[in-house]
C-alpha cells in the first residue's frame, strides 16, 4: 500500500534549469494537489486537478506548470527555477469517499529543493 | 484577511499532560470543514482529525479532541496524556466553500513535549 510517492526526496539545482518535482499516488483518487511550504508560512496551494487534463491555480501558481495526463500522476514542473522558490514542496490527494466523508487531503514525503 | 491563525508558534508539555493547541479562523460562508496535521521531524504531514461546520458534537480521535467554537470561530486541538512522540508541528487548516479543494493551512504550533 504505497499510498503517494514523490520523488526525487531531494535536488539541487541552478538558477534558470528546468526542473520536474513527480508525484504518484496509487489510490486512484481524482484530486490531487501541489503545495509549497516555506518557513512562518505553513502550506500554501501551487496547483491542482481535479482528473485527467483538469487543473487550476491555487494560491501561489507563479514559476510553476503542471499536468496530468494520467489520473495517478501529478508532476510540477519549475521551467526556469530561482531562488525563492527554494522549498520543501508536498503533493497530496483527496479522498472523497474515505472514512470521513470529508475532504481530507492525505500528503506525500515531500521533496526538499534547492535553488543555487 | 488571514484564513487561519496559530498565535502559538511553540509550546511545552510536560509528559502525560493535556495540552491545548489554538486556531482561529476566518470565513463567511457557512459550509466549511476543519482540520489539523502533523508534521514529525521527519516531514511527512500526517492527517489527524476533521470537524465539519455543521457537525453538532465536537470530533475527537483517540488522544485527539477539537475543541470546536463556531460563534467564537476556534478549533482548537486538544492532546490529551502527552507522549514523547507527540512533539512535532501541528497545523491547523480550513477548506470553505466556493472551492473545498483549496486547503487554507495556518503557520503552524511546534509542541515539545519534556520527560
Known amino acids: 500500500d504505497a499510498g503517494i510517492t514523490q520523488s526525487p526526496r531531494y535536488k539541487i539545482t541552478e538558477t534558470g534549469r528546468q526542473v520536474t518535482l513527480m508525484c504518484h499516488q496509487t489510490?486512484?483518487?481524482?484530486?490531487m494537489f501541489w503545495y509549497r511550504q516555506d518557513l512562518g508560512h505553513g502550506l500554501r496551494l501551487i496547483y491542482y486537478?481535479?482528473?485527467?487534463?483538469?487543473?487550476d491555480k491555487g494560491e501561489v501558481p507563479d514559476g510553476y506548470v503542471v499536468s496530468r495526463s494520467k489520473t495517478e500522476n501529478f508532476p510540477l514542473t519549475l521551467e526556469s527555477a530561482t531562488r525563492s522558490q527554494t522549498s520543501v514542496y508536498f503533493c497530496?490527494?483527496?479522498?472523497?469517499?474515505?472514512?470521513?466523508?470529508?475532504?481530507?487531503?492525505?500528503f506525500g514525503p515531500g521533496t526538499r529543493l534547492t535553488v543555487l | 484577511a488571514q484564513k487561519i491563525t496559530q498565535t502559538q508558534p511553540g509550546m511545552f508539555v510536560q509528559e502525560k499532560e493535556a495540552v491545548t493547541l489554538d486556531c482561529t479562523y476566518d470565513?463567511?460562508?457557512?459550509?466549511?470543514?476543519l482540520f489539523w496535521y502533523k508534521q514529525p521531524s521527519s516531514g511527512e504531514m500526517i492527517f489527524l482529525i476533521y470537524?465539519?461546520?455543521?457537525?453538532?458534537q465536537n470530533a475527537t480521535e483517540g488522544r485527539y479532541s477539537l475543541n470546536f467554537q463556531k460563534a467564537r470561530k476556534s478549533a482548537n486541538l486538544v492532546i490529551s496524556a502527552s507522549q514523547l512522540g507527540d512533539s512535532a508541528m501541528y497545523f491547523c487548516a480550513m477548506s470553505d466553500a466556493p472551492n473545498f479543494n483549496k486547503f487554507y493551512f495556518g503557520s503552524g504550533t511546534k509542541l515539545n513535549v519534556k520527560p
Open positions: 470537524q465539519g461546520s455543521y457537525d453538532q
Open positions: 486537478s481535479a482528473a485527467a487534463d483538469i487543473t
Open positions: 489510490w486512484s483518487h481524482s484530486y
Open positions: 497530496a490527494s483527496r479522498d472523497p469517499t474515505g472514512r470521513t466523508g470529508t475532504d481530507t487531503q492525505y
Open positions: 470565513t463567511s460562508d457557512p459550509s466549511y470543514g
